[in-house]
């Protein structure tokens, strides 16, 4: 990525950073929705007065905070030895209850990528799994990871955490009569991480990919990184997969998209790229429709 594309993903950043905080000043975003009127997708339940949980099958769970503004959910996948958790969420409440409240395995946590709203309880677990790439090897000094402002996008402090693993992509990860396959998936962020449980055809994607306004415009996204990520998760997927991103919003609640949302947006962006698309907003970002549940944002410029 150039100086250019930097400067003007830094200006983006900063100006929505600035728009959200106007928002949430003005009551017009907020993490306290009131709870019996959040959306909730089918099968998903109240644990407390935040989080929900979802059965997927009996060993996969969606924990979700649909009272938070972006609709975060996080995944818990059990094996017979261990347990993953996928993300944990922007830490406005602690997570670790709701996992204690679904198994007694040991639990491993990796985040999709190290945006606050992602690792923000990941400081409260002993066990957990960084991807081998450079992009996240610098951020770790004597096995502490600090994050970033630039990758963190947040005025909130969030806590450093202690990496007890490293995988290294396309990893098995072998969790007892269950392997998870770690993807390395650049594009919204550069140490994205995506996980295929082939067995159970589900493909856990982060904010790579889920229903609402995707992101394309962050100091550490790059469009071209993206399309090349989509192409090799096309690769190594039997295209039958469902897919289970970070974010929902009202009017789709369940975080889950087919696996024909991969083509779709590989489609979009190809077209973005070659001016062949036209937005359907120009400012203060570009807006431009992927298919019915998905609409990816860019500078304005």
Request: charged share 20%; net charge negative.
């Amino acid at each position: 990525m150039n100086l250019r594309k930097k400067l003007i993903g830094w200006l983006c950043a900063a100006f929505l950073l600035v728009a959200v905080l106007i928002l949430a000043a003005g009551g017009l975003i907020t993490a306290d929705i009131d709870k019996d009127n959040a959306v909730l997708s089918p099968g998903e339940a109240w644990f407390d007065d935040w989080y929900t949980i979802t059965r997927i099958d009996d060993v996969t769970f969606a924990i979700g905070e649909p009272r938070y503004w972006q609709l975060n959910y996080n995944y818990l996948l059990l094996g017979e030895e261990r347990a993953i958790l996928f993300d944990t969420g922007p830490g406005v409440r602690n997570i670790k209850p709701v996992v204690q409240s679904l198994t007694q395995l040991p639990v491993t946590v990796i985040s999709s990528h190290p945006h606050y709203d992602h690792i923000g309880n990941n400081h409260r677990f002993e066990r957990v799994a960084v991807l081998d790439v450079p992009s996240l090897r610098s951020e770790v000094k004597n096995d502490v990871f600090v994050p970033r402002f630039s990758r963190a996008l947040t005025v909130r402090r969030m806590s450093p955490f202690s990496v007890s693993e490293w995988w290294r992509p396309e990893q098995a990860i072998d969790l007892g009569n269950r392997t998870l396959t770690a993807f390395h998936i650049p594009g919204h962020e550069q140490g994205s991480v995506a996980l295929l449980d082939a067995g159970r055809k589900q493909l856990f994607t982060g904010d790579f990919i889920y229903p609402g306004w995707l992101v394309a415009f962050a100091p550490t996204s790059d469009l071209e990184k993206y399309m090349a990520s989509i192409r090799y998760l096309l690769q190594r997927t039997a295209g039958d997969e469902i897919l289970y991103g970070a974010h929902a919003v009202p009017e789709h609640p369940s975080p889950t998209l087919p696996h024909s949302a991969l083509t779709e947006l590989l489609n979009a962006l190809q077209a973005i790229e070659s001016e062949s698309l036209a937005p359907v907003s120009r400012f203060p970002l570009k807006i431009y429709p992927v298919n019915e549940d998905m609409e990816i944002y860019f500078p304005p410029f």
